[in-house]
Every structure is written in C-alpha cells, then in structure tokens.
C-alpha cells in the first residue's frame, strides 16, 4: 500500500485549521475542529434551535464579542453550523448547527457525566438554559420515572422550554408550555439548585427566586429524577 505523504501546503487546503495535532486518530481530529476554548459551548448554546448573536452573548457571559465571533465563523468554515436571515421584520441574522453539527449531543452528554463525577465540579457557577436542559437528558434516572408520562414546563428569561417524560425516557425542547402539566418559573440556577442540590422548592419559591404553576406534586416528582453520578 502506498502512503501519500502529506505536505505543508496539502494540510492547509485539507484541514480547516492551521493547529492541529497532526495524529490521525478521530478524537485528536475532534479537537483540532471544535477543541478552541469555547467552540463547543456555542455548539452546546444552539443545540435546541437557532440563536441571534446577541443572544448567544447574554448565555456565554464570559465570552467576548470578537472570540464568539471567531468561533462562529470557525464552526461554519468547518460545516458545524450555518448562518441565515430572518425574514422581515425581524431582519437580523440567526445561527443554527448544521445536522452533523447536531451529531455532538451525544458527545456532550457522555462529557457532561463524566465531569459531574469530578471533585471539582463546581454546580454554583452560572448555568445557561441549554445547559440545564441537556443536563436533564443526560441526569435522567428511567428507573425513577416508572408509569410516569408528564409533560413539564420552564419559563427561564425569555425562553420556554417542555421536556416530555415518557415511556422511561426523557425529552426536551425550545417550544412553547401548551400542554404543561406543571412550569417551574425562574432562573436556570435555581431550578437546578432544587433538581441537583436539594433545595426545598418552598424555600426557593419563599425567596421569590422560582414560582411553581399547576401539579405541585409533579414538580417535586421531577426533582427527584435526576441523580448526580457517585463522585470519583
């Protein structure tokens, strides 16, 4: 079999990115395309539907606009996600991932576990909306949800979410709260501190920071659905 042996000037026409590892194997090639600090958050912002630039921002406050600018333009180079215009009135631009940039959920999850299990972890920093809705996907305990089919809702700043359980399984999505069963209102932090941290709700409600509406006894069902991992 013969090689073809790679030049300077062939790797620049065939890889998206002057840095990279140079190793052929999948995951070194995973992160010479989506490795740059912050690449993968974006992915991870945009996994429930297409975002503005602005909104992207307000979700990664750490990031500044001219790194989330490279970064976009970074995934859409390598076909992760592309950019479009909202038609009037709104006329502004939206980025959405691509099907394969779609394809990352999987990834996300596993890491997600994975790093729940780090003595490090810190769960207090700030958590955006996308986060805490994988997180749900990721955390989902089927065993604990038997005979379970709810329909439960989020009203976190301007966006509703609906996670679905069914069927030992656990679903969500960007959409509207028609058909919720139960809404927990308020910021991703302290729906998560009740879900992962063991917060009464009564607590958290009698602190104005989450407003419960419809099945109370749901909500509290729900929290109890996702345990963190033992730690390593």
């Not at 750490?62 to 215009?85: H, P, Y």
């Not at 966006?159 to 910021?187: K, M, N, W, Y």
């Amino acid at each position: 079999m013969k090689l073809v042996k790679i030049t300077k000037k062939t790797q620049d026409k065939s890889r998206p990115s002057a840095r990279t590892y140079d190793d052929a194997c999948g995951a070194a090639h995973a992160l010479d395309l989506i490795g740059e600090r912050w690449a993968l958050l974006v992915m991870r912002e945009l996994m429930f539907g297409p975002k503005r630039f602005s909104d992207l921002r307000a979700d990664l406050p750490g990031i500044s606009a001219n790194v989330l600018t490279q970064r976009l333009e970074r995934l859409e180079d390598i076909g992760a996600l592309s950019r479009r215009k909202l038609p009037p009135p709104a006329a502004s631009h939206v980025y959405e991932l691509t099907p394969w940039g779609y394809e990352i959920e999987p990834a996300l999850s596993v890491l997600g576990r994975w790093a729940a299990r780090s003595p490090l972890h810190d769960p207090t920093l700030p958590l955006s909306a996308a986060s805490l809705m994988l997180s749900f996907k990721t955390m989902f305990d089927a065993s604990r949800a038997k005979g379970l089919n709810a329909r439960v809702g989020f009203r976190i700043g301007d966006e509703t979410f609906l996670a679905h359980i069914h069927g030992g399984a656990c679903e969500a999505a960007r959409q509207s709260l028609d058909g919720a069963d139960v809404v927990f209102a308020g910021p991703a932090r302290a729906i998560a501190a009740s879900v992962y941290g063991g917060a009464p709700l009564e607590a958290l409600e009698a602190e104005k920071a989450l407003a419960i509406e419809g099945d109370r006894a749901l909500a509290k069902r729900f929290t109890g659905l996702f345990p963190l991992p033992q730690k390593a």
